[in-house]
C-alpha cells in the first residue's frame, strides 16, 4: 500500500509539473535582430565579396558564419527610398517616398514592420542615420542623426530631443548601439535594433584612427575608369557624377570640413596637408589628374568602411561577451551600391550593376549554415517580410516582397521570383536633379537586363554573361528583337504584379 500511495504521489507532481515542460519545449524565445546598415556600401569594396582593393575582416566573420547572397538588388538606387522600401515591404510608388527631393517626408503614419514587431511584444530601436525627413515611428527608442548629418560632431535627435555630441559619427553611431544593448534594452524582450551608419556616404571623410590607413600605397584601378560611354545612351553621357567633373574641394580633402574642433582640425590637417602640397605642386592635368582624385577618393571611401568594419567588430564581441550571439540573427546590408571609380563615376542611381546590387550578410545560428552562398534574385523590398517571418509574425498581404528565410534555410521555394524590377524617379523636368541621372524602370533577370529611359526614349539591352561592365548595349540588333519583346512582357507583367501607377513612366501591354 506504501509503494502505490509513493506511486501516486510520483505520477500526480509528474502530471503537475508537464503543462510547464510541454510549454517551455513548445514555446522557444524568439530571435533578436541587429540589422546594420550602411550608407553607399558597395559590396565591391568587401573581402567576402572578392573586393580587391580592401578587406573587410568583420563583415567576412557574418559571412563565414552564415549566408552571403550573391544577388540582392535595390529597387530604386537612392538612400530614402531605399530605406522607405525596407520599412514598408512596398515599392516606391506605394510607400509614397519616391526620391530625396526637398520637402517631402516619409509618412510616418502608415504600416511599417518595426510598428508589427512592436505589436506582437518586440522591443524596436533606432540608431543611426534616417534620413526620411519625418520623426521615426515604431520604435521604443531613436537616437538618429538629423538629415544627412555630418562625419563629425553630430547633433541628433535621442527620441526626439536634440542632444550634441563629439566625436567621429561611425564611432558615436557604434557606441550608442552597444549601450543600447548593454544597459537600454528590455532584457526579458525580444529586440530588434536597427544600427545604421551615415559611413561611408560622400564626402567619404576618415575618423583619426583611419587617416593613415593605405598611406604610400597605389588602389587598383577599375578597368572601366576612362569609360567614354561610346555603348550606351543619352543617360550616360549626360550624367553629371564623374570622377573628373564632378568631385569638389570638399570631397577631394582639398579643403577641411568646416564644423572640426581645434584637435580634429589639427589632426585632419597632420594627415592631408602634406598631400595636398605636393598635388598642388605637380599641376596634374588630364588622366593624370582624373588617377590623383581616384586615389584620394577610394582611400577615404576604403577608411571609412574600415571604420564601420571596426564597430561591427565590437558589437559580433559584444555578443559573443554576453551570452547571445546564439539567440540572435545579425544582418548586414546598404541602401545601394556605388561607383568606384566604375565607368569614371561614382555616386549610385542608375540600374547598371555597381549601384543596384547591394551587400547582403546574414548569420543565423542553427539555422543557417555556415560559409554557405545564395544566388537567388533578392531585393530590399523582402527585407520587412524578412525580419517578420524571423520574428514569427505574419506578413500583410499588401506588402510586395517575400521572406527570405526559406533561403537562410537552404531551401529555394520552386515558385522563387526569375527576375526583378526597378524604377528610379528623382530627375525633374523644370530643374534636373542631383548628378542628373534621367528617371528610368527596367528588369533583370540571371542573365539579361532591360533598361527603359523613357523621358529619353531610349533602351539599352544588356547581356550581363558576355557583357558584366554593360559596356555596349544590344538593344538595336535585329538578332534580339525575341529577346527584348520577351522583356518588355515581362516588365508589363511585373508592373502590373507591382501595381505601378498608370502614367507616363509605365509601359503599356498595347505598346509591344
Keep these: 500500500m506504501k509503494h502505490l500511495v509513493t506511486l501516486a504521489c510520483g505520477i500526480g507532481l509528474f502530471l503537475w509539473l508537464l503543462p510547464s515542460v510541454a510549454n517551455s519545449a513548445q514555446v522557444p524565445k524568439r530571435p533578436n535582430v541587429i540589422f546594420i546598415f550602411t550608407d553607399d556600401h558597395a559590396s565591391h569594396a568587401m573581402s567576402c565579396y572578392g573586393s580587391k582593393i580592401n578587406t573587410t575582416p568583420n563583415l567576412d566573420r557574418i559571412a563565414s558564419e552564415g549566408m552571403r547572397f550573391q544577388n540582392c538588388f535595390c529597387t530604386n538606387s537612392i538612400c530614402g527610398p531605399s530605406r522607405a522600401v525596407i520599412l514598408t515591404g512596398k515599392h516606391s510608388h506605394l510607400n509614397g517616398f519616391k526620391t530625396n527631393d526637398a520637402g517631402k517626408d516619409f509618412d510616418g503614419a ?166 595636398n602640397a605636393e598635388f598642388e605642386k605637380a599641376k596634374h592635368s588630364g588622366k593624370d589628374l582624373v588617377r590623383w582624385k581616384y586615389q584620394r577618393y577610394i582611400k577615404d571611401y576604403l577608411r571609412c568602411v574600415a571604420g564601420v568594419d571596426e564597430g561591427v567588430g565590437r558589437v559580433l564581441k559584444y555578443l559573443d561577451d554576453n551570452g547571445l550571439a546564439e539567440n540572435t540573427v545579425v544582418i548586414y546590408s546598404s541602401d545601394q551600391g556605388f561607383y568606384l571609380g566604375d565607368h569614371g563615376w561614382f555616386d549610385k542611381r542608375f540600374m547598371y550593376e555597381p549601384s543596384l546590387r547591394m551587400p547582403l550578410l546574414v548569420r543565423w545560428p542553427g539555422v543557417t549554415k555556415p560559409g554557405s552562398l545564395n544566388t537567388d534574385l533578392v531585393q530590399n523590398l523582402d527585407f520587412a517580410e524578412t525580419f517578420l517571418d524571423i520574428a514569427g509574425v505574419a506578413a500583410p498581404s499588401d506588402m510586395q516582397g517575400r521572406s527570405i528565410v526559406p533561403l537562410l534555410k537552404g531551401q529555394t521555394p520552386t515558385d522563387w521570383r526569375k527576375s526583378i524590377y526597378y524604377h528610379y524617379y528623382e530627375f525633374f523636368s523644370d530643374r534636373g536633379a542631383p548628378h542628373d541621372v534621367r528617371r528610368h524602370y527596367g528588369v ?68 509591344l
Design 110 to 275: 502608415q504600416q511599417t514592420f518595426p510598428k508589427l514587431l512592436q505589436q506582437s511584444g518586440y522591443q524596436t530601436a533606432m540608431i543611426g542615420k534616417w534620413h526620411l525627413g519625418s520623426a521615426p515611428t515604431g520604435f521604443d527608442y531613436s537616437d538618429v542623426l538629423i538629415g544627412q548629418g555630418p562625419y563629425y560632431n553630430p547633433p541628433m535627435l535621442q527620441n526626439g530631443k536634440k542632444v550634441q555630441r563629439t566625436g567621429y559619427t561611425t564611432e558615436i553611431i557604434t557606441d550608442l548601439a552597444v549601450d543600447w544593448l548593454d544597459k537600454g534594452r528590455d532584457k526579458d524582450k525580444p529586440f530588434v535594433l536597427m544600427w545604421q551608419h551615415k559611413a561611408p556616404h560622400r564626402e567619404w571623410t576618415p575618423g583619426p584612427k583611419q587617416f593613415e590607413l593605405y598611406k604610400n600605397v597605389t588602389i587598383p584601378e577599375p578597368a572601366t575608369l576612362f569609360d567614354d560611354y561610346s555603348g550606351r545612351g543619352t543617360a550616360a553621357h549626360k550624367q553629371d557624377m564623374t570622377i573628373e567633373k564632378t568631385m569638389t574641394r570638399f570631397d577631394l580633402k582639398l579643403d577641411p570640413p568646416k564644423n572640426l574642433n581645434a584637435e580634429q582640425l589639427a589632426a585632419w590637417h597632420k594627415a592631408y596637408d602634406a598631400e
Design 444 to 511: 533583370r533577370t540571371d542573365r539579361y537586363k532591360l533598361i527603359h529611359f523613357y523621358n529619353e526614349d531610349e533602351w539599352e539591352l544588356f547581356d550581363l554573361q558576355n557583357d558584366p561592365d554593360e559596356m555596349k548595349s544590344i538593344f538595336a540588333d535585329t538578332a534580339n528583337a525575341d529577346l527584348v519583346k520577351q522583356l518588355q512582357a515581362e516588365i508589363v507583367r511585373l508592373q502590373k504584379q507591382y501595381q505601378v501607377p498608370d502614367d507616363r513612366g509605365k509601359l503599356k501591354a498595347s505598346e
